[in-house]
């Protein structure tokens, strides 16, 4: 996917990290955004667009 080329690859992997161990929840992919929410020391609502 062209919008990973933003971001650092060690945010990356740390994200996949959390998807992996079922942090991330309530994911959404359209044309134009991603959005999520994580959880770890508090729930994250996370958005790419």
């Known amino acids: 996917m062209e ?3 933003y971001f650092y ?3 990356l992997d740390r ?3 959390y998807y992996l161990d ?3 929840e309530d994911l959404r ?3 134009n955004r991603i959005k999520a929410v994580v ?3 508090h729930p994250y609502h996370v958005e790419i667009k």
Request: aromatic share 16%; glycine share 16%.
């Open 3 to 5: 919008w990973e080329s």
């Open 9 to 11: 690859k060690r945010i």
């Open 15 to 17: 994200g996949y990290d």
């Open 22 to 24: 079922g942090c991330v």
């Open 29 to 31: 992919i359209t044309s």
């Open 39 to 41: 959880y770890g020391t």
